[in-house]
Nanobody
Framework: QVRIVESGGGLVQPGGSLTLSCAAS????????IGWFRQAPGKEREGVSF????????YYIDSVKGRFTISRGSSRLTVTLQMNSLEPEDTAVYYC??????????????????????WGTGTQVSVSS
């Protein structure tokens, strides 16, 4: 049974930092990519950052480039998202997700949520004074 668990969310002031962690497990899980979506109140769920489990290629939406860094942990099924210089606009529920598929580079676009097969339940990130 596939399980994805996120942690690390919280409340920080603008300019602060948080590190989100994602741990995926399960015998049926054979992902070619793991990454993070977020959903703010009243907005569509959007892809934020993703990493290939095979070649390590990454993708970031333009609004987080230079501030967020995605990386893999000791396991290829463990991913962290280091978030620096946080802004109020980053406030959202952040979801870790994984997709099955053959080894491949991360595409140069923000994926639709429907492209991903397995999901965590989310962790709240709030950036406010």
């Amino acid at each position: 049974q596939v399980r994805i668990v996120e942690s690390g969310g919280g409340l920080v002031q603008p300019g602060g930092s948080l590190t989100l962690s994602c741990a995926a497990s399960g015998g049926a899980l054979d992902p070619n990519a793991i990454g993070w979506f977020r959903q703010a109140p009243g907005k569509e769920r959007e892809g934020v950052s993703f990493i290939s489990t095979s070649d390590g290629s990454t993708y970031y939406i333009d609004s987080v480039k230079g501030r967020f860094t995605i990386s893999r942990g000791s396991s290829r099924l463990t991913v962290t998202l280091q978030m620096n210089s946080l802004e109020p606009e980053d406030t959202a529920v952040y979801y870790c997700a994984a997709k099955d598929g053959p080894p491949a580079r991360i595409g140069n676009y923000s994926p639709f949520p429907a492209e991903y097969d397995y999901w965590g339940t989310g962790t709240q990130v709030s950036v406010s004074s």
